[in-house]
């Protein structure tokens, strides 16, 4: 059977046609890491889209031949997750050539730090949003400049191996990238949360230059079924807008499942500085959005609740995952990586739903940032990419297929995808949080302080409510014209100028009728301290990448939104520490 699935992947690659790859520049032969890409399963194939990625002559577990070279992934992976496999012996991987879209000519653009969606199960097709173009290196094989952002969404037909595009503009005028994405693949939509705009951004964005990053607010929810959008306001939500962090689809609560959004950082929309990681949100702190919420036309609404356990610290760029218990009485999102202005971690942190209860699982040594995870296997977490630090010109990731696994019941890391796996069963971490046991039971099912709200009670089926915190549903944002916008993108600095007015208008009448945000409120800590975590390695903070540009609140009144903040990176990549095997990894290595 293996043989015959070669076979017809070699047929599909020859109808699809595979792109003249310079020597040396094979996207999995001479991958040397990989990073900020676009990933998703559909049908038992993990499909990686885009990113950064740098090439050596060979890469063994780390050790490397060759000088490294900056650059992209200009092609779409696919890994074959129907059978078992070690990626240390036998990973069935392949790539294909990123195609002309048949109706128009263009071809899909090369991003990093957008989304890519796997579709509904009735639909053959994979949808790529946002992103931004890379200024890593732009003498890059086939490296081209920012396109337009009217086509921000895209489609990859994985039957018939064709592109398509499809103008969400009237919704998302700009390509975001850096925000939270998350997808309900039952409900056919994927959701995308704040993010920002920067140079890379598009052919409108590009004249923003490398000291300009806008950060945006609301929300594009992306139907699959019909290939439109719309946009919410995140008004209701506390600490906005944001970047660079993580949110997850947990189906089972409520109507229709809700959004958990954990991490990631927050600065004043006004703010059109190239800050990377404004002020990080708290993990005590979690957001929670009623996906049924939308149901009426609404902006929906948004809850956050207060957590106890073991507090891990603030971060961005990390990943998660969500299993559930057998019965249901949990619903346990996996949390791994990440970094800060000091730390990258390595540590795999577990929300439990509806206890609201953190548990920190034993240390892992697999420090990393910039990486996309998905489960797998009915109990693993599949980790795809990143890296453990910011020097990306001097060292090789020791995952040298790209990926890695950790089984979630077992809290073990290892190289072996077991397409058979058992069920998955609470790990014992989590039972001594919660009680019950592997199959579930939980007997701990609100939080300690109560939940925030009874309407919030009421999606867990439970009627308590103690909690002090607020749940708000989000009233429309005022109005600014796409016109008005894109004049101030585009008019370089008297254009920024009216970007800042326009945001600061906004802001002071979205202050007027939102709830004071006081500092304790977005960062203390609440009845537990955060739990010392292992790091990969410590870091001075890193020098603002030349390429990494602003973000810019877009009121959504007629459904504007959104436009992708990325890392446009101009500068080669920023320095850090040498990762080799996770034991060589060296501390106190400061970030250039």
């Known amino acids: 059977m293996r043989r015959v699935n070669l076979v017809l992947d070699a047929v599909v690659l020859l109808a699809v046609g595979v792109a003249c790859v310079p020597d040396g520049l094979d996207p999995l032969a001479n991958m040397c890491l990989r990073m900020d890409h676009n990933s998703a399963i559909k049908n038992n194939i993990l499909y990686i889209d885009g990113g950064r990625e740098s090439y050596v002559s060979n890469n063994t577990g780390g ?20 059978e078992s496999w070690d990626w240390k012996t036998n990973i069935s991987q392949s790539y294909i050539n990123k195609t002309e879209n048949p109706k128009t000519g263009q071809t899909p653009p090369v991003i990093a730090r957008g989304a890519l969606y796997q579709g509904s199960s009735m639909d053959d097709s994979i949808y790529l949003y946002g992103g931004t173009t890379s200024y890593q290196n732009t003498s890059f094989f086939e490296w081209v400049p920012p396109s337009s952002s009217k086509y921000s969404l895209w489609s990859y037909d994985t039957k018939n191996n064709t592109w398509d595009q499809f103008d969400i503009s009237a919704a998302s005028p700009y390509r975001p990238s850096s ?31 490398n000291d300009t990053k806008i950060w945006l607010n609301g929300m594009i929810v992306i139907d699959t079924h019909t290939r439109t959008a719309r946009n919410v306001s995140t008004n209701g939500l506390l600490g906005t807008p944001r970047s660079r962090g993580k949110m997850i689809y947990v189906p089972g609560i409520g109507k229709k499942g809700v959004l958990v959004a954990l991490g990631g950082s927050y600065k ?23 996906v049924a919420s939308l149901d009426n036309g609404s902006n929906g609404t948004w809850y956050t609740q207060r957590a106890s356990g073991e507090i891990p610290d603030g971060r961005v760029e990390h990943c998660l995952v969500v299993a559930s218990a057998p019965d249901n009485s949990s619903h346990n999102i996996y949390m791994y ?36 995870c998905h489960l797998v296997g009915k109990r693993q977490l599949l980790s795809v990419g990143g890296f453990s630090t910011y020097n990306l010109s001097s060292a090789c990731d020791w995952q040298d297929k790209g990926v890695n696994l950790y089984d979630m019941s077992q809290l073990s890391w290892g190289s072996f995808y077991n397409a058979n796996a058992e069920n998955y069963t609470v790990p014992v971490q989590v ?13 701990v099912t609100a939080p300690v302080d109560g939940f925030t709200s009874p309407p919030f009670a009421q999606l867990f089926g439970q009627s308590n409510s103690t909690a002090a915190l607020t749940s708000t549903a989000s009233s429309p944002p005022p109005t600014m014209s796409k016109g008005a916008v894109a004049g101030a993108v585009i008019g370089s600095i008297a254009g920024l100028a009216l970007i800042a007015g326009a945001t600061t208008f906004y802001l002071l009448r979205a202050h007027r009728r939102r709830p004071h945000i006081s500092p304790h409120q977005i960062s203390a800590p609440v009845s537990a301290t955060p739990a010392p975590e292992a790091a990969g390695s410590d870091f001075k903070p890193p020098v603002e990448l030349e390429n990494e540009h602003s973000y810019f609140e877009l009121p959504a009144d007629q459904v504007y939104e959104i436009r992708g903040t990325e890392l446009a990176d101009r500068a080669l990549e920023i320095g850090g520490s040498e990762l080799g095997k996770p034991e060589d990894i060296k501390k106190d290595t400061p970030y250039i």
Do not use: C, H
């Open 431 to 443: 039972v001594r949080q919660i009680g019950g046991g592997p199959s579930g039971s939980a007997t």
């Open 179 to 209: 925000g939270s994405f998350a997808e309900a693949p039952d409900l056919g939509l994927g959701f995308y949360l704040n993010g920002g705009i920067d140079s890379g951004s598009s052919t409108e964005a590009k004249t923003m230059g």
């Open 268 to 290: 004043p929309a006004s703010d059109s500085s190239n800050t990377v990681i404004g002020t990080l949100l708290p993990m005590n702190l979690i957001d929670i959005f009623d």
């Open 63 to 82: 050790s490397f031949q060759g000088s490294i070279s900056l650059g992209y992934n200009n092609w779409l992976i696919k890994i074959n997750m129907t």
């Open 337 to 372: 990586g990440g970094r800060n202005l000091q730390t990258t971690f390595d540590q795999i942190y577990i929300l439990s739903i509806p206890s609201f209860t953190w548990s920190k699982a034993s240390a892992s040594f697999q420090p990393r940032y910039g990486m996309t």
